[in-house]
């Protein structure tokens, strides 16, 4: 649809009333606009990186290929994901640190955080032997805790920790993991670590190691011990946990055997404000989980990528993240079922957790998606998250494993972090906005705390049909306006938007199914 006949339709359309208020300001963490280390070969990460990181502040080298990492050689397992086999997925090179440090330097000189995944489990992976005696599978060599595997643990008993490490003892200790990240670790950006990955999972994904359902007493324990480790080590960094891998384990672990009835939330939030308290310093900076939708639209799940869209299917994918905020929307899934049919409201719901059993602690989702990778839909829930991270105060976020050749996702992203392609961005203190209808749109409005004659708008067009906008700027006397269209078919190169000054407002026909930057300076 041209220009043309975009502003011929506004002209005959009531146009939706916005306000932004400029006198509420709340900051927005820059560390949301993150990726994964990615499900790929570490080598095409390190180039995909190197290449196409405009889109991300924020990496997370995490995932099921870090459970069972051996820093010392850089042999992993690859748990359910690829047949329970050991192998050199994450580095040919056995020196000590090499993935870790490779992933550090490409993250780091891009000037983005990075968030390092201490392995907490109990056992690394002792080789890379792909295929032993004719078979993949670790669980098929006898003894093969003893034989495939190398015990881990927190700390090495009565010495400090040493570097190169002794790699012919069979264990590996993570305080040298921990105090070799920090001596390898550039000053530029922060580098923060993770307490593993998904352990309410682990008897799935690791079954090898981990082959019976983990218990609170068992996570809650480790936790602490890992969390007081890196403390020493790291007496600055942030850590963060459990990094649950979604919705049941928040609530029951995954159903462990000792819930009791607990919320799993609660018990953790409490337990480490406990432990905290007795150790004499926060243990847990950030409650971690991963954020995979259940929601459904005619009967598929939004985030099965492979999967056809159905019309449903897309309207689902395009509402879905209401649910981590609208106290009006409830999502097709068995979530809100097991809530009686009550919105899910997630980060309100989670924050609420916090104040009431470890106030101060940040919130992160580390892994998430909405599926619909390289389509519209996908592009527009995925630009919708974003905003709302921002507004709902989300310290951290990374998608799992979004590259630069799925482009509705990818410029998603560019629609915060650089929608000119030349590096302008959003700003970082969000205003609050009214008038906003959160079936049909949504409207994300910040300042720069770098430059206070500038002001930025990104706004949603959630529907089939042009949508003329009127935002009232609040007072912000602005001069000049500029305006970029992401749409299907405008990925790699945004198309200019039409974008106007009106008194004290900005007017701008949003096109079906878009996102509009609209930069005002004054």
């Known amino acids: 649809m041209s220009v043309a006949l975009l502003v011929l339709l506004a002209q005959t359309a009531v146009a939706r009333e916005v306000v932004i208020d400029t006198s509420r300001r709340t900051p927005i963490s820059p560390y949301i606009y993150g990726a994964n280390y990615p499900n790929n070969w570490v080598y095409d990460w390190l180039k995909e990186w190197r290449d196409h990181h405009d889109a991300f502040t924020f990496a997370r080298i995490g995932g099921n290929r870090f459970t069972a990492y051996n820093w010392e050689t850089n042999a992993s397992n690859a748990g359910s994901d690829y047949f329970h086999e050991n192998d050199d997925y994450l580095a040919f090179s056995n020196e000590p640190g090499w993935t870790i440090r490779h992933l550090l330097r490409a993250v780091q000189d891009a000037g983005a955080a990075v968030l390092v995944t201490v392995p907490i489990q109990g056992y690394v992976a002792a080789d890379k032997l792909t295929d032993l005696h004719g078979d993949r599978d670790v669980g098929k060599t006898p003894n093969y805790l003893d034989v495939r595997f190398h015990r881990s643990y927190a700390t090495k008993p009565g010495r400090v920790p040493s570097y190169p490490p002794d790699t012919t003892d069979k264990v590996v200790f993570q305080d040298e993991f921990v105090a070799w990240v920090e001596r390898t670790k ?3 950006t922060p580098v923060w670590y993770s307490l593993d990955n998904e352990p309410d999972w682990w008897n799935h994904t690791h079954a090898r190691i981990e082959p019976e359902k983990t218990t609170y007493r068992r996570i809650l324990d480790t936790s602490v011990e890992y969390a ?17 891998y979604g919705w049941q384990g928040m609530q029951s672990f995954q159903n462990a055997p000792d819930a009791d009835g607990r919320n799993f939330v609660d018990t953790y939030l409490a337990t480490m404000r406990e432990a905290s308290r007795k150790t004499g310093r926060r243990l847990l900076d950030v409650y971690d989980f991963h954020l995979y939708p259940e929601a459904t639209g005619d009967g598929v799940r939004i985030i099965y990528n492979q999967a056809p869209d159905k019309p449903g299917t897309v309207e689902a994918r395009i509402q879905a993240p209401r649910s981590l905020w609208d106290p009006t929307y409830v999502e097709e899934s068995w979530i809100p079922k097991s809530l009686g ?3 899910i ?16 602690t940040k919130l992160s989702i580390t892994e998430y998606e909405y599926g619909g990778r390289n389509t519209i839909s996908g592009a527009l829930a995925q630009a919708d998250a974003l905003g709302v991270f921002g507004r709902y105060g989300l310290f951290a ?17 560019q629609s915060f972090t650089n929608f000119d392609r030349r590096g302008s961005r959003f700003g970082d203190l969000g205003l609050a906005v009214r008038g906003e209808n959160p079936a049909e749109n949504s409207v994300y409005a910040a300042l720069d705390s770098k430059n206070r004659r500038r002001l930025t708008i990104v706004a949603i067009n959630k529907t089939s ?8 700027l609040g007072g912000f006397p602005a001069r000049t306006v500029r305006s970029f269209v992401m749409k299907e078919g405008a990925y790699v190169t945004p198309l200019p938007g039409d974008a106007s000054l009106s008194k004290d407002r900005v007017r701008v026909v949003a096109p079906p199914l878009s996102v509009v930057s609209i930069e005002v300076n004054r």
């Open 341 to 343: 049919d009550r919105p």
């Open 228 to 244: 007081r480790m890196i403390k020493s080590v790291a007496p600055q960094t942030l850590v963060f946990g459990p990094a649950n």
């Open 345 to 360: 409201m997630l980060l309100p719901r989670m924050k609420e957790k916090i104040a009431r059993h470890y106030p101060g």
């Open 186 to 188: 550039s000053a530029r």
């Open 465 to 472: 049909s042009p949508m003329p906008l009127s935002v009232a």
């Open 397 to 413: 976020a990374s998608h799992w494993g979004v590259d630069h050749e799925e482009q509705p996702v990818y410029a998603a992203f």
